[in-house]
Nanobody, 127 residues
Framework: QVQLVESGGGSVQAGGSLRLSCAAS???????????MGWFRQAPGKEREGVGC???????IYADSVKGRFTISRDNAKNTLYLQMNSLKPEDTAMYYC??????????????????WGQGTQVTVSS
């Protein structure tokens, strides 16, 4: 059974940075490296939205709201996904989730495109 555990959330002032991690377990050999992964977020009172995703070759897609500020990367040796967030804004405040097993690349920013989800880590940005 695949499990995803996010960490690295916290409180930061606007303009600051945070790096989120998502540790994956339960994959068989080479299973993680062959898996497309994504990050999502959900602010209070809003629907969960896609932040971005990363393909097996390192290609990435980002939502317009985070382009140029957020970077997704992966360390296949550690079965870990990362989200580097720079120039944070109060509107970035949300619970952040990692997701795994993207079925189709075109569904990168779509909730239903993923099979596995983590429990989330809270990010709060104050002005």
């Amino acid at each position: 059974q695949v499990q995803l555990v996010e960490s690295g959330g916290g409180s930061v002032q606007a303009g600051g940075s945070l790096r989120l991690s998502c540790a994956a377990s339960g994959y068989t050999y080479s299973g993680y490296s062959g898996n497309r992964m994504g990050w999502f977020r959900q602010a209070p009172g809003k629907e969960r939205e896609g932040v971005g995703c990363i393909d097996t070759d390192g290609s990435t897609i980002y939502a317009d709201s985070v382009k140029g500020r957020f970077t997704i990367s992966r360390d296949n040796a550690k079965n870990t996904l990362y989200l580097q967030m720079n120039s944070l804004k109060p509107e970035d405040t949300a619970m952040y989730y990692c997701a795994a097993d993207l079925s189709r690349w075109r569904l990168c920013l779509v909730n239903s495109g993923y099979r596995y989800w983590g429990q989330g880590t809270q990010v709060t940005v104050s002005s």
